[in-house]
């Protein structure tokens, strides 16, 4: 189960950072080396700049994404773009980045070759931050879509799968619910009123289909903290 927390300003963002650097600063003294999964969109943007500025080998972590949009790495719709801009800066950017988007020309086309890239990614991941759509998705675990039911299945041994939303026009590539839960620790953060009901609506229920978010927050595989700005 989740553990729910509400917070409220830059200095809530940078005490976030400072728990995520710990834990990779962790892996690192431990197993020489730390695994970073980071989500894309607005809602996390504060948090990687207080991220970029937490003092830590960076050249010792490895960084992706837990999902992205099948477009270009300088489209504005590119998670990769958008994570480039915000936090792979400074000290960040010897970090190893391993990107979902190849240059195939779909995502489905493009699987097989994400699938080998992610095959560098050491887990279990020492972080892993995802984020929430108000339809309850997590990364791009949309409700409904055909290929759903695969990125779920906690047998598979997929790293990533292409999906298609029924709700948004763009193709995606999807870390698997698998590869998102073999994590040491995972935050889920959310803004909004909207988010909040959304994040509530989903914890009542039990229809994964219907609001993806609930296989994380019902599981017991790993550690949620969940994390709620106005």
């Not at 409904?144 to 990125?151: D, F, K, M, Q, W």
């Given at each position: 189960?989740?553990?729910?927390?509400?917070?409220?300003?830059?200095?809530?963002?940078?005490?976030?950072?400072?728990?995520?650097?710990?834990?990779?600063?962790?892996?690192?003294?431990?197993?020489?080396?730390?695994?970073?999964?980071?989500?894309?969109?607005?809602?996390?943007?504060?948090?990687?700049?207080?991220?970029?500025?937490?003092?830590?080998?960076?050249?010792?972590?490895?960084?992706?994404?837990?999902?992205?949009?099948?477009?270009?790495?300088?489209?504005?719709?590119?998670?990769?773009?958008?994570?480039?801009?915000?936090?792979?800066?400074?000290?960040?950017?010897?970090?190893?980045?391993?990107?979902?988007?190849?240059?195939?020309?779909?995502?489905?086309?493009?699987?097989?070759?994400?699938?080998?890239?992610?095959?560098?990614?050491q887990l279990p991941a020492d972080v892993t931050l995802l984020g929430m759509g108000v339809d309850g998705h997590i990364a791009s675990l949309f409700p409904g879509s055909a290929s759903l039911p695969r990125a779920l299945d906690l047998q598979s041994t997929k790293r990533c799968i292409a999906i298609t939303p029924i709700t948004a026009p763009i193709e995606r590539m999807t870390?698997?619910?698998?590869?998102?839960?073999?994590?040491?620790?995972?935050?889920?953060?959310?803004?909004?009123?909207?988010?909040?009901?959304?994040?509530?609506?989903?914890?009542?229920?039990?229809?994964?289909?219907?609001?993806?978010?609930?296989?994380?927050?019902?599981?017991?595989?790993?550690?949620?903290?969940?994390?709620?700005?106005?």
């Amino acid at each position: 189960m989740a553990n729910f927390v509400e917070i409220s300003g830059a200095t809530a963002l940078k005490n976030l950072a400072g728990k995520m650097a710990d834990a990779l600063r962790q892996g690192i003294a431990e197993r020489g080396q730390a695994t970073l999964i980071v989500s894309g969109g607005r809602t996390p943007l504060e948090l990687f700049r207080q991220l970029s500025r937490q003092e830590l080998d960076w050249g010792r972590v490895t960084i992706t994404l837990a999902d992205e949009r099948w477009v270009a790495s300088d489209n504005g719709s590119s998670n990769e773009k958008m994570v480039r801009n915000s936090l792979l800066q400074s000290e960040v950017a010897k970090a190893t980045f391993i990107a979902l988007k190849n240059d195939a020309l779909t995502a489905l086309e493009g699987e097989a070759r994400a699938e080998q890239a992610l095959t560098a990614l050491q887990l279990p991941a020492d972080v892993t931050l995802l984020g929430m759509g108000v339809d309850g998705h997590i990364a791009s675990l949309f409700p409904g879509s055909a290929s759903l039911p695969r990125a779920l299945d906690l047998q598979s041994t997929k790293r990533c799968i292409a999906i298609t939303p029924i709700t948004a026009p763009i193709e995606r590539m999807t870390l698997t619910l698998p590869v998102l839960l073999n994590s040491r620790r995972i935050y889920l953060l959310l803004a909004g009123e909207s988010k909040r009901e959304a994040y509530e609506r989903a914890d009542k229920g039990t229809d994964q289909n219907e609001m993806p978010v609930r296989a994380l927050l019902h599981q017991q595989q790993t550690p949620v903290e969940v994390y709620w700005t106005p």
